[in-house]
């Protein structure tokens, strides 16, 4: 199938696309990468009259340490977080996430702002946000306000981006200490959504007791999700292969997966446990 007509406009700045947001309404969608949205298009999912594409808006596509936060611009690229030097060195979990993103050509024009502001659960980045305890900038015409990723998912493709505005940047809690990430999905090919997915991150203190766990699940839940319960019994524990399993397990029973093309929901939860122990022990030897 094809997209039904629509009109295409291209602003130079966040002003302009604001202004067109509000003059189109609800018969309006933001274009960044495109990947998730002209797919949908093109089965007919989704039917906008308008597409507004925000490419050629500077300053939205950054990867910077500031302020005690590292901040990402929703327009930076799946191929910039694969490149960039201080992902590389501290949040290797970016590295992980992009590189089972797709393909090369969908990376280079692929979105981190677009994979989180499409709010589905069976793409990767939210369950890494989870994990990390990120927090996002959404901006409209009155100004901008920040919102916590544990607010962010409200439903099936549905998040707290309200009419009017546009997701401009992703902070996260700069690393420090003995901080350590990874990610991994399992798939059926390359480039497929994820039968199940692990986000795990962990801080360490000097005597090897966890101070900080992160968890996030990917296509295992409606919407993206944290496992709170596994975070809990981590923080505190030395992260021995008993905490680990303890963690992995509730990971399994908390996680609401549907029987579909990829498992059915045992086989899910049994992949979510398998993966969460062996991303919690890589996070941990990254750990510094």
């Known amino acids: 199938m094809i997209a039904e007509d629509f009109k295409y406009d291209a602003p130079v700045s966040l002003a302009d696309a604001f202004a067109l947001l509000h003059q189109y309404g609800d018969d309006a969608k933001i274009l960044a990468g495109g990947h998730s949205l002209i797919p949908m298009m093109k089965l007919r999912f989704a039917s906008p009259t308008h597409l507004i594409d925000i490419n050629n808006i500077p300053g939205l596509s950054y990867i910077k340490e500031e302020d005690g936060f590292l901040k990402i611009g929703a327009m930076t690229k799946e191929v910039d977080l694969e490149e960039s030097e201080i992902i590389k060195n501290k949040y290797q979990i970016f590295t ?160 609401n997966p549907s029987t579909d093309l990829r498992g059915d929901i045992d086989y899910k939860r049994h992949l979510v446990s398998v993966i969460t122990k062996r991303m919690l022990n890589r996070a941990i030897q990254r750990a510094i």
């Open 96 to 255: 992980d996430a992009s590189k089972l993103i797709a393909d090369p050509q969908v990376r280079n024009f692929g979105t981190i702002g677009g994979n989180i502001a499409h709010g589905d659960a069976a793409n990767d980045h939210p369950a890494v946000m989870m994990a990390l305890g990120a927090e996002v900038e959404i901006a409209g015409q009155d100004g901008s306000r920040t919102v916590s990723i544990n607010d962010f998912f409200h439903g099936f493709y549905t998040t707290a981006i309200q009419h009017g505005e546009i997701l401009t940047e992703i902070r996260i809690p700069a690393a420090s200490g003995r901080f350590g990430t990874a990610y991994h999905k399992a798939e059926r090919k390359v480039g497929d959504y994820a039968t199940a997915g692990v986000a795990a991150v962990v801080r360490l203190d000097d005597n090897d007791v966890c101070t900080k766990a992160g968890i996030g699940l990917t296509n295992v839940n409606m919407v993206p999700m944290r496992a709170e319960r596994s975070e809990e019994a981590l923080v505190g524990s030395m992260l021995g292969e008993a905490d680990i399993a303890k963690a992995a397990q509730y990971a399994s029973e908390d996680c």
